[in-house]
């Protein structure tokens, strides 16, 4: 699987922006980017996916660079129920054969904090 | 999104017993998804279990371990068994939806002593 790098942490205070970016220098032609987040004692949840486009939703947008090396997460004004970790996750919906088709691979994620 | 309610929610369970966790989605999803999450780490899948075939174990995973079972199109098990204080994890389970992403159940959180 292709692997992404974000950094550990990140701090923002509540009502700004947040960007948080993740770096797939790896990516093939194929695969999307999608984000999830783990709030605290709670399974990861959808954000956001997207494959060559910039991406909005009610919850976030998604930058994804041209050459789609890199991508950010953008969370237009922080509020403390978006303290979280955030993950960016490759995926191909290409791969087959029933065994790793679907599967996400989960890296260390970034931790958000946000300040009240 | 699809809607999973994982049972149980928690346990505490001596070390040597197994226990059975099970996860029912409201609706029929062809694959579900095992995973495990260790205290402060990410998660793991474990296994992709299909309905009508045996489940199919990443690297690090064996059936006797964690065997599964999937009799239908909404519903998975996933078994620990011989439980050892290593195996306290949270243990997720997952399904995929076309166009929104996948949906995690909120998982059970299993303690051995």
């Known amino acids: 699987d292709a692997k992404t790098t974000q950094p550990n942490s990140m701090e923002s205070n509540e009502e700004e922006p947040v960007h948080l970016p993740c770096n797939h220098s790896t990516i093939s032609g194929t695969d999307y980017i999608h984000w999830y987040r783990q709030l ?22 998604l930058a994804i660079a041209e050459d789609r090396k890199s991508s950010t997460l953008i969370l237009h004004r922080a509020t403390l129920r978006d303290a979280a970790v955030y993950y960016c996750i490759l995926r191909d919906p290409a791969l087959g054969g029933g065994t790793s088709y679907g599967k996400l691979t989960f890296g260390q994620g970034t931790i958000l904090t946000v300040h009240p | 999104s699809a809607v999973i309610s994982q049972k149980p929610s928690r346990d505490i369970c001596q070390r040597g017993t197994s226990l059975t966790i099970q996860c029912q989605v409201d609706s029929q999803v ?6 495990r999450q260790q205290p402060g780490q990410s998660l793991t899948l474990i296994a992709t279990a299909n309905q009508g075939s045996e489940a199919t174990y990443e690297s690090g995973f064996v059936i006797d371990k964690f065997p599964i079972s999937r009799p239908n199109l909404t519903f998975s098990t996933l078994t620990v068994s011989n439980m050892s204080p290593e195996d306290s ?3 997720l389970c997952s399904v995929e939806r076309s166009g929104s992403g996948y949906t995690f159940g909120s998982g059970t959180r299993l303690t051995v002593v």
């Open chain 2, 89 to 91: 994890s949270i243990y």
């Open chain 2, 30 to 35: 062809t694959m579900m998804f095992w995973y």
């Open chain 1, 40 to 61: 605290p004692s709670q399974g990861p949840e959808y954000v956001i996916h997207g494959l060559t486009s910039n991406v909005n939703n009610r919850m976030a947008s």
